[in-house]
Nanobody, 118 residues
Framework: QVQLVESGGGLVQPGGSLRLSCGAS????????MGWYRQAPGKQRELVAT???????NYADSVKGRFTISRDNAKNTVSLQMNSLKPEDTAVYYC????????????WGQGIQVTVSS
């Protein structure tokens, strides 16, 4: 089992920045990829960004150029730097992880609220 704990959410004005962090513990040696998903009220959970243990990244089109995902394998953490935030970025953000050869993300954090509003 893998446990994920997010931190860093909150309220920010449009155009502002926030940095989310996620710490992993447990059977972390089995983890291949980590990432961030989000779910806005009334919408389905969607991918934001992912990163493999070799550093390969993937971003949703809506956040490209504004968000940056990074990973510290030594500290077992993954972070999401969010710049130029928009009201439509408001959502609960979830940290996720999966093992190699597993097709879907299987471990999830409890979620953290990000609100972009003036």
């Amino acid at each position: 089992q893998v446990q994920l704990v997010e931190s860093g959410g909150g309220l920010v004005q449009p155009g502002g920045s926030l940095r989310l962090s996620c710490g992993a513990s447990g059977s972390i040696s089995s983890i291949n990829a980590m990432g961030w998903y989000r779910q806005a009220p009334g919408k389905q959970r969607e991918l934001v960004a992912t990163i493999t243990n070799t550093g390969r990244t993937n971003y949703a089109d809506s956040v490209k150029g504004r968000f940056t995902i990074s990973r510290d394998n030594a500290k077992n953490t993954v972070s999401l730097q969010m710049n130029s935030l928009k009201p439509e970025d408001t959502a609960v953000y979830y940290c996720a992880a999966k093992r190699i050869l597993v097709p879907s993300y299987e471990y999830w954090g409890q979620g953290i609220q990000v609100t972009v509003s003036s």
